[in-house]
């Protein structure tokens, strides 16, 4: 059984920062996509960042140049460090993750699939 477990949500100023993690268990494929999703109240589910086994990664465009996705393989855990925060980042934001079968690009991963394991979510707010 497949599980995932989130830590570092919370409340930030605008312009601040914050880094979440996700520890991930239980799974028995041998290559990995994860990544981070998030979902504000009204709003669709985003991709907001992807990493493959081999440290490709992919972010969603409203996202670039402020997160970043890292790694620790031997540890199963992915991070999501978050600067320069804004209000319209306010959402659950979900750790998941998938098997990585044949050659699939970590942004079609982020922008067209749904993935099969998803955490129970942690909130971030950002207030302006």
């Known amino acids: 059984q497949v599980q995932l477990v989130e830590s570092g949500g919370g409340s930030v100023q605008s312009g601040g920062s914050l880094t979440l993690s996700c520890a991930a268990s239980?799974?028995?494929?041998?290559?990995?996509?994860m990544g981070w999703f998030r979902q504000a109240p009204g709003k669709e589910r985003e991709g907001v960042a992807g990493?493959?086994?081999?440290?490709?990664?992919s972010y969603a465009d409203s996202v670039k140049g402020r997160f970043t996705i890292s790694q620790n393989t031997a540890k199963n855990t992915v991070y999501l460090q978050m600067n320069n925060l804004k209000p319209e980042d306010t959402a659950m934001y979900y750790c998941?993750?998938?098997?990585?079968?044949?050659?699939?690009?970590?942004?079609?991963?982020?922008?067209?699939?749904?993935?099969?394991?998803w955490g129970q979510g942690t909130q971030v707010s950002v207030s302006s």
């Open positions: 998941v993750v998938d098997s990585h079968v044949g050659s699939l690009a970590v942004g079609t991963w982020l922008r067209l699939y749904r993935p099969v394991y």
């Open positions: 239980g799974y028995t494929f041998s290559t990995l996509l």
């Open positions: 990493i493959d086994s081999e440290g490709n990664t």
